[in-house]
């Protein structure tokens, strides 16, 4: 017998969630084969089989939260296919000798509980977990363990004190069931981890820096005639289309150069000044935003900028997405633009102290020289940690963004 378990995930990943099997019991599996997707805060991971053999049990549901180096499941190398069904019909047939009859007394309940099923399994319980079992009328086989050894201990048989106390769960539907508050209808539905992690970041964010937000806007004329001018030689040549993305993350860079505390993080009493330009692109996902890194931007053309996002924004929204690419970054951007906002105060992508954010282009008058003229105007924001950047500092960097995006010329000159 082989034991599945959950494998090293990242550094800060600990715990995930199981979300689906791929496999069912009683099926073969090939090593290398994908066998359980687990969700994680950060991307949903699939744990590949490192034996082949037959799955023989699963330990385990969906929903239910694992821990790295959990036992999951159980792979049975020299078992044929459809031979772990039977123990499985042998155990849900054998189940209600294991379970005490509710006629059995409180003194009688926990020695019927020393062993498992024909005796094989003995339960591992400690004296004092026991002791309490007895005097609390519990049936130490119903305790659930927090135990990776599978041992009960005494706060596992209060757990079950206070389990059986409440009122029996609703089953769970496969839609989210409709509730009644105040005579209204409403629809009470679980946030998924990822979305549990999203809002606590944002949260510790706002907690933690002292975010402070600044304006500008952008004449986005000379990007507009540009783009237009090389749409479609920069098709033929670069295979990809020149969009908005790779003149920001440019700008971006250019201006955490001129402007290095940007790119920077605190980390305890000390400021670690990054000297890489790995930028973030925040991008809408189903089971909400998340910040793939392209990696090494200073490095890149326009065209493999634009091809490396196009290609994170795909596996973004496919949910394919590898932690190695959502982890670290410098700084990042957000586009706020492409949903039809007009102005927004993005919050800090922790632990980066600026983040940029990017809006809808806008038709409106402008005064050029003595005339008025309308212009496609962009308002962009810059939110920044006050506590180790400057307002000044962080003013100047948004104006030299300004300043390179209206000089599009220049900035792919320099790019």
Known sequence: MIEIKVPELAESITEGTISEWLVSVGQKVNKGDDIVELETDKVNIQISAEN?????????????????????AILNENAEEGEAAAPQENKTAEAPKQEA????TAETAPEAAEEKGNGNDRLIASPAARKLARELGIDL???????????????????????????????????????????????????????????????EAQHTAAMLTTFNEVDMTAIMELRKRRKESFIKKH?????????????????????????????????LVKKYYDIGIAVAAEEGLVV????????????????????????????????????GGSFTITNGGTFGSLLSTPILNAPQVGILGMHSIKTRPVTVGDRMENRPMMYIALSYDHRIVDGAEAVQFLVKIKEMLEDPEQLLLEG
């Open 52 to 72: 082949s053999g037959i799955l023989q049990e699963v330990k385990r549901e969906p929903g239910d939260t694992v821990e790295v180096g959990e036992v999951i």
């Open 292 to 327: 793939p890194v392209v990696r090494d931007a200073d490095r890149l053309s326009f065209a493999e900028i634009e091809r490396e996002i196009a290609s994170l924004a795909e596996k973004a929204r496919s949910n394919k997405l590898g932690l190695k690419e959502l982890q």
């Open 239 to 271: 295979d990809v289309k020149l969009g908005f993305m790779s003149f920001f993350t440019k700008a971006v860079v250019g201006a955490l150069k001129a402007f290095p505390l940007l790119n920077a993080e605190i980390q305890g009493d000390e400021i």
């Open 141 to 203: 086989n119903k305790v659930e363990s927090r135990d990776p050894l599978g041992r009960v201990r005494v706060e596992d048989v209060k757990a079950q004190a206070q389990k059986a106390a409440q009122p029996a769960p609703q089953p769970k539907a496969a839609q989210p069931a409709a509730a009644e508050t105040d005579g209204k209808p409403v629809d009470r539905i679980k946030m998924s981890r990822r979305r549990q992690t999203i809002a606590k970041r944002l949260v």
């Open 101 to 104: 009859p509710e006629s059995k």
